[in-house]
């Protein structure tokens, strides 16, 4: 795994200097609200967001140093203060040190679909591990989801039209701000077909693990044993 740094502005955490969960007013005091994306790239979302809306709070996650580094640097020049960039292996993070509950709205473009059987276990979007990305929702918050994997897309549909407490529409049009990612671009002038997913969260109870991946998750409960 990837060694887990975030930065805020000029400053820059490992791990170990940051409370988990991690303390968000601490990095962003002025922010009451927050967006995700998983999977910046090199930032052209993230960062085109944070520069114009300035009052909310964008935290990013990339799990590629040389993208990281490269909106790290972005984010410096532009002075972003309202801006966290995360470099880390996205599940770890999701499961150990983001908070829950806390963001309006998470941003998945174009991920990684490992089309390879053997490597279905590394995607995102999962029956054993959509809990972790829609658990990172406020009560009516919104995943926007992009992909022009047509295939994989078919898979996250399925799984998340099958999962509690959220409402899956299809967005048949591209986004109104236009693409959001340079991937985005690129096969809009080649007019390859893209599948576009708009998630709401409709209830404000725990997220639960999907019923299709229920029985595939395992818990641990320690007992520790007191020194005779």
Known sequence: MNPIAASAGEAEYALRELSVP????????????????????KGRYLLHRAESDPDRG????????????????????????????MHGEALYLLSVVLPRGFASAV???????????RHQKRRLFDTETIDLV??????????????????????????????????VVEVSDPWPDGARTNYEAKYEREGRPI?????????DARVPLHPRGEACVLSAVGVRQEAL
């Open 22 to 41: 991690l303390d968000l007013h601490h990095l962003v005091p002025a922010a009451t609200k927050w967006e995700v994306e998983l999977g910046f790239g």
């Open 58 to 85: 964008f935290l990013g996650v990339e799990m590629a140093g040389s993208y990281y580094h490269l909106a790290q640097g972005r984010m410096r020049r532009r002075n972003l203060s309202n801006l966290v960039l």
């Open 107 to 117: 941003h998945v473009y174009f991920p990684d679909p490992w089309p390879k059987v």
């Open 134 to 167: 829609l658990d990172l929702l406020a009560e009516g918050g919104r995943l926007y989801f992009a992909t022009d994997f047509l295939e994989y897309g078919a898979v996250v549909r399925g799984i998340l039209e099958s999962y509690p407490a959220v409402e």
């Open 195 to 203: 599948l576009r997913l708009e998630v709401q969260r409709i209830s």
